[in-house]
């Protein structure tokens, strides 16, 4: 199975906005809506965590760091998870990962941010 695609990454100033996507080439919308969707972070020098995560049904959970600024969503009618980052701040920055539809560690997305 081919690994998810994450997009919408990009460099922004310290408290602006950006959306990430991904999808799940394939991706049925059964697996789509029965697995969990999340997203995960790696910054240079540091392992990667996880920002945030949906369980179909479920409220999403956030890390300690992102709570009020990032949302995680879905489309099922485009098998998409998004990520809305507001308030972004240099500590963001990290490559963007994610989790769907069963599948995970695609290219990832660049997300730089400058104070």
């Known amino acids: 199975q081919a690994p998810p695609v994450e997009s919408g990454g990009g460099s922004v100033q310290a408290g602006g906005s950006l959306r990430l996507s991904c999808r799940a080439p394939g991706c049925i919308l059964s697996t789509f809506s029965g697995n969990v969707m999340a997203w995960y972070r790696q910054a240079p020098g540091k392992q990667r965590e996880l920002v945030a995560s949906?369980?179909?049904?479920?409220?999403?959970d956030y890390a300690d760091s992102v709570k009020g600024r990032f949302a995680i969503s879905r489309d099922n009618t485009k098998k998409t998870i998004f990520l809305q980052m507001n308030s972004l701040k240099p500590e963001d920055t990290a490559v963007y990962y994610c989790?769907?539809?069963?599948?995970?560690w695609g290219q990832g997305t660049q997300v730089t941010v400058s104070s």
């Open positions: 949906l369980i179909s049904g479920g409220s999403p």
């Open positions: 989790d769907v539809c069963g599948r995970r």
